[in-house]
């Protein structure tokens, strides 16, 4: 058994632990995988080991079968997106939906701020949430 004399002597051991370098983080890499308009309207759901990402944007139409058209406010671009029925679309705020949390497609409207998370591997998209409303949606014609 090892015993130090005074505390001191443990000050130099103490110190060099302090001053191990600590290994580099993991770099983030942006995801480069298909978007939910790279999918063809697939929409399979989203096993629970699955990695999603999301992306933020405007509507800008609403179609039918369930097909909006979006701006993607980060690449600055318009896309054609299809929410499958089994895809739930829920409200930040219930209160601009008669207190409903979850709401119909048919409830979506031109100039919702929304928040769509798909899945990394294919673009499915798993899940809708209306953020907000802007005040003036992006012009659909690009003018």
């Excluded at 979850?102 to 998209?125: M, P």
Aim: with cysteine; proline share 10%.
């Amino acid at each position: 058994m090892c015993k130090l004399s005074s505390p001191a002597a443990f000050l130099p051991f103490a110190l060099a632990a302090l001053l191990v370098p600590a290994p580099p983080a993991a770099a983030s890499t942006p995801n480069t995988g298909p978007k939910p308009w790279d999918s063809n309207f697939a929409n399979e759901g989203a096993p629970p080991s699955a990695v999603t990402d999301h992306l933020k944007c405007v509507i800008t139409e609403v179609r039918d079968n369930r097909v909006v058209q979006i701006w993607d406010e980060a690449s600055q671009s318009r896309h054609l997106i299809r929410i499958a029925e089994n895809v739930p679309i829920k409200a930040r705020q219930k209160a601009r939906f008669a207190g409903r949390k979850q709401i119909a497609f048919a409830d979506l409207e031109v100039g919702h701020r929304i928040k769509v998370t798909y899945l990394t591997g294919d673009g499915s998209i798993v899940r809708v949430k209306v953020i907000d409303r802007t005040t003036a949606p992006p012009d659909p014609s690009g003018t």
